[in-house]
């Protein structure tokens, strides 16, 4: 299950349509597929402390690279997962 189907069952969930006694394919979820995008777009910029921890383990894939430039790539990182979150949602 992508994680886009998952928050939107999630959300689906939380507003009131129950996982058990109803079948996973009678939930509504793909009606809850525009509040995932917007979320999702919503957390598109990380925030520094999130550029920071990403900064973190690239300092070690990209041993030449400057400190503004591991930020970058950290924050580069989590908007091309993002991105590809959203293209899930169609």
Do not use: F, N, T
Not at 7 to 27: F, I, N, Q
């Amino acid at each position: 299950m992508k994680p886009v189907e998952r928050a939107a069952r999630a959300l689906c969930r939380l507003d009131g349509h129950p996982r058990d006694g109803v079948s996973e394919a009678d939930m509504p979820w793909e009606d809850y597929l525009p509040q995932v995008r917007a979320v999702l777009e919503a957390l598109h910029e990380p925030s520094e402390w999130m550029a920071e921890a990403g900064a973190e383990l690239l300092r070690h894939v990209g041993a030449g690279e400057g400190e503004q430039g591991y930020r970058q790539d950290a924050a580069d990182i989590w908007r091309y997962m993002l991105d590809s979150m959203v293209k899930d949602i169609g």
